[in-house]
Every structure is written in C-alpha cells, then in structure tokens.
C-alpha cells in the first residue's frame, strides 16, 4: 500500500452545464479559509492532518491556506488517459487556493507499511474563487475528460477498479459526485473513494472522502455518509 501523504488521492469528475452570468462576490483566501471543514463539522472524531507537501517538506498550515509553493505542487483533478487535451489542459489550469485534510478516528486504525488489516478514513476538500463564467467554461471542459474515465479502469500501479457517477442532494449550481472503488497493488485491499466537484457562485470546491481497507472487511464509508459531508462542508459557504 502507498503510503499516505496529503493530497496523495485526488479523484475527481466535472459536470458542465451552459456558462451563467453572476453578480457574485470572487471571495479571496481567508474567506475559504472560513468555510473549510473542521475537525468538530462531522459525526464522530476527527483530527486535523498537516502532513508534510512540497518544496523542503513545507508543513501546510492549519489554516488551509496554501503558499504560492504550495499551490503548483499540490494535486488537482485527476484525468485518465482517454481523456481529451482539452480536458487534461483544464484540469493542469486548477491551482487551489485552500486545502485541508482531516482523518476519522476508527476502531481498527491501519498502521502502514507492515499492518495489513483495518481502515483508513479521511476527507480532502480543496477551494478556489473565480468569476462564475470563468468556472463554467472550466466544467465544460472538465467534462469531456470526466466522461471518458468513466467506467472500467485497468489494473496499472493498483487496480482494477471502476468509476460511476453517484446521486447526492443538491448543494451548488453545478455539481456531481463519482465513487471509485480500486484495488490495492496485490489484492490485498480496496480504495473507497467518493469525490463531488462542486460550484456554488464563485467558488470551486472539491471534496474527496477516502477509506482504504485492508483485509476482508466492509468499507465504514458509505454513500449516505458522503452525501452528509458534502452538505455540510457547502453549508458554510
């Protein structure tokens, strides 16, 4: 199993719908920095994870606001291969302005490299602010890329797996959510990953929850669980 670091898993998938014309307010980092999700925003216990990310193993603060650094280093949206150039153009262009992760505490907690049995569950969500129109035109890029990657995906690094759309309430004025569940190298264990892209107004939001299990266990993470983080985290927006 790869070990964890922050950002190490972004999954995401874009839904494009035609460009709106907004008068909204294009919000600067510290007002992401607000709206991000703390340790006492979800069920259960939670723990802030600063890890170490980018240049000289730079900590990312407790803020979530990201250094310029920090920004060009951090991962965006992932695009497979038959994605379009368009598509994997666009998604190279998303340089988040703020990032948090936060870890589940869990009952059989993984241990990596050498314990091979439990879980490991956590929460990515990552912000940026533009004009409304501009996003837009960014989704309706995104969305040619998302498409493609749809479906089966071939065992490489880990694998196989397969990605599909999934239904959660809505929550912005562009949305979806995908889940892909993928094998970890060897069939030793399983990657449960939702990820909803989000925009509401003028701000991007990508929410990525995680739990690796080891062993023959069922995942702790489930679609209704999703759903409730994703309400919670766009409802301090």
């Not at 439990?118 to 890029?141: N, Y």
Request: proline share 5%.
């Amino acid at each position: 199993m790869r070990r964890r670091v922050i950002g190490v898993v972004v999954v995401g998938l874009l839904f494009g719908v035609a460009a709106c014309s907004e008068s909204v307010e294009v919000k600067d980092a510290d007002q992401m920095s607000e709206a991000l999700l703390g340790v006492d925003d979800l069920e259960g216990t939670w723990t802030m994870n600063l890890g170490n990310s980018g240049p000289d193993e730079e900590k990312l603060p407790e803020s979530g606001i990201l250094s310029d650094k920090q920004r060009e280093v951090m991962p965006t949206l992932d695009m497979c291969d038959a994605a379009p150039t368009e598509a994997k153009e666009a998604a190279d262009t998303l340089k988040w302005a703020v990032f948090r992760q936060i870890d589940k505490t869990v009952d059989d907690p993984l241990d990596p490299p050498t314990d091979r049995s439990g879980h490991m569950v956590f929460v990515q969500e990552s912000m940026i602010s533009d004009e409304p129109d501009v996003l837009s035109e960014t989704f309706d890029a995104l969305v040619l890329g998302s498409e493609a990657c749809l479906g089966e995906i071939p065992a490489g690094e880990e694998g196989p797996g397969s990605s599909a759309k999934v239904t959660i309430e809505d929550v912005g004025d562009q949305q979806i959510a995908v889940l892909t569940e993928i094998e970890e190298a060897g069939g030793t264990g399983m990657w449960h990953i939702y990820t909803a892209i989000v925009r509401k107004g003028s701000v991007l939001v990508s929410l990525m929850a995680a739990d690796v299990v080891l062993g023959d266990l069922p995942s702790e993470l489930q679609l209704d669980d999703f759903d409730r983080i994703v309400q919670t985290a766009l409802g301090k927006l």
